[in-house]
C-alpha cells in the first residue's frame, strides 16, 4: 500500500477484555515499531520488529503485552486483560532496516489505533 | 537507558516571532531526527543529521546537531500558523534502527 495502515482506527472495550491491534507496514519495510501516546504526552516505545524478530521488547508496559509480526509483514499488537491505564493511541511505523550499513532510515507513521478501556 | 530530553515542553509564540526547541541526550548518538506531529495527526519526518556540527535547513527551519552529538536544536524563523504542532527529535544509540524519542515541544502559534 502507498502508506502504514493501522486497524481498528478506534476501539472501546470493557476493562478485562483482550484486545488485538493490527499494523500493515509499508511494502518492503523490515523494521516495524510499536509505540503508545497518551493524550498530549510523547512517543513510548514498545516494541521494535527486524523481520519477525523482535530484538528489543524492552519498552513492553507488562506480560500483558504481546506482539507479533509474520511474514515479515503485517503485526498484531495484543493487550490481554485491559485496564484502564491502557487507554491511548497506539501507533505503528515501519522503516526500511538495511542491517551493517550504520544507516538510519525515516520512520513512517500509521494513524494510530485509539484504544479507550471502559 | 538512553534519555533524551527536550526543552521548552510548551511554547506559545506570536506569529512571526521565531522559536527553538532544544534537545538533549543522555549519550552520544550516532545521528538525529526530527518528526512534527500535528494535533490530532501522526508524526512526520522532516529530516536527519549525522555529522557533528551539521546544520540543514528546510525553507524557515534550520537544524544543528552539536559537536558532541549530544544535542540538536531546531528553530524557526517567523513562525506560521502551519507551524502548529509537537516537534519531536529521534536519537540514535545503538547497533540496530531503534531511535529513541525525545519528551517532545508543543508549539501554538497566536495569529
Known amino acids: 500500500g502507498a502508506g502504514v495502515s493501522q486497524s481498528p482506527s478506534n476501539k472501546v472495550t470493557e476493562k478485562g477484555k483482550d484486545v488485538e491491534l493490527r499494523c500493515d507496514p509499508i511494502s518492503g519495510h523490515t523494521a516495524l515499531y510499536w509505540y503508545r501516546q497518551s493524550l498530549g504526552q510523547g512517543l513510548e516505545f514498545l516494541i521494535y520488529f527486524q523481520g519477525n524478530s523482535a530484538p528489543d521488547k524492552s519498552g513492553l508496559p507488562s506480560d500483558r503485552f504481546s506482539a507479533e509480526r509474520t511474514g515479515g509483514s503485517v503485526s498484531t499488537l495484543t493487550i490481554q486483560r485491559t485496564q484502564q491505564e491502557d487507554s491511548a493511541v497506539y501507533l505503528c511505523?515501519?522503516?526500511?532496516?538495511?542491517?551493517?550499513?550504520?544507516?538510519?532510515?525515516?520512520?513512517?507513521f500509521g494513524p494510530g489505533t485509539r484504544l479507550t478501556v471502559t | 537507558g538512553q534519555q533524551v530530553m527536550q526543552i521548552p515542553q510548551y511554547q506559545h509564540v506570536q506569529e512571526g516571532e521565531d522559536f527553538t526547541t532544544y534537545c538533549n541526550s543522555s549519550?552520544?548518538?550516532?545521528?538525529i531526527q526530527w518528526y512534527k506531529q500535528r494535533p490530532g495527526g501522526h508524526p512526520v519526518f522532516l529530516i536527519q543529521l549525522v555529522k557533528s556540527g551539521e546544520v540543514k535547513k528546510q525553507k524557515r527551519l534550520t537544524f544543528q546537531f552539536g559537536e558532541a552529538k549530544k544535542n540538536s536544536s531546531l528553530h524557526i524563523t517567523a513562525t506560521q500558523t502551519t507551524d502548529v504542532g509537537t516537534y519531536f527529535c529521534a536519537g540514535r544509540n545503538g547497533g540496530y534502527q531503534k531511535v529513541t524519542f525525545g519528551t517532545g515541544t508543543k508549539l501554538q502559534v497566536i495569529p
Open positions: 549519550t552520544t548518538l550516532s545521528n
Open positions: 511505523a515501519s522503516s526500511l532496516a538495511l542491517i551493517g550499513t550504520g544507516s538510519t532510515y525515516e520512520q513512517y
